[in-house]
């Protein structure tokens, strides 16, 4: 187990890891829902794989309301890419960025969740829905964060050759 904790980078750590086990916290201690885990291996991988649909969740939904409302001003993607070959801070400074945002997310996922869980106290439709609204969810989740990530590559592979 120390061997794959030592393997996650810090962008792991703080971005997938730390928000999952947040998460599973705060829902834990808001709803009816328990998704801690007694078994520490089984544990890190839930709290991690709970941390990357938190981290997708930031990507896909908080990002664009951010950039949608103008709170934000981001730098064209060619510029991150060349700025980034001269000043190595940039990514460290994107991977606090992208912690912030994920945190962002983490207290939206917790109230969607919490929500969730109190409308099923009213609706029994709800609670006999969830395993399809997970997956439905889930799968429409990665399916986009897919899509994103390829256009990321796409850009990158632009940027570098020119």
């Known amino acids: 187990m120390k061997d794959l904790l030592d393997k996650l980078s810090s962008y792991n750590i703080f971005n997938y890891l730390f928000p999952g086990i947040l998460f599973v916290i705060f829902v834990d201690s808001m709803t009816s829902y328990h998704l801690v885990q007694k078994n520490i291996v089984i544990g890190v991988f839930l709290y991690y794989f709970l941390g990357s649909v938190v981290s997708r969740v930031g990507s896909l939904v908080v990002e664009p309301l951010f950039r949608k409302s103008s709170l934000l001003d981001f730098a064209p993607y ?35 969740v919490v929500l969730y869980a109190h409308a099923a106290n009213y609706y029994d439709q709800l609670k006999t829905a969830l395993p ?25 592979v632009k940027a570098n050759l020119k």
């Open 78 to 112: 060619d510029d991150f890419v060349a700025a980034s070959k001269l000043d190595d801070k940039i990514e460290l400074l994107s991977e606090v960025n992208n912690m912030y945002r994920t945190l962002c997310a983490l207290m939206l996922s917790v109230a969607v």
């Open 132 to 156: 399809w609204v997970l997956i439905v969810s889930l799968f429409a989740l990665y399916l986009l964060s897919y899509r994103k990530q390829t256009a990321y590559i796409v850009k990158r």
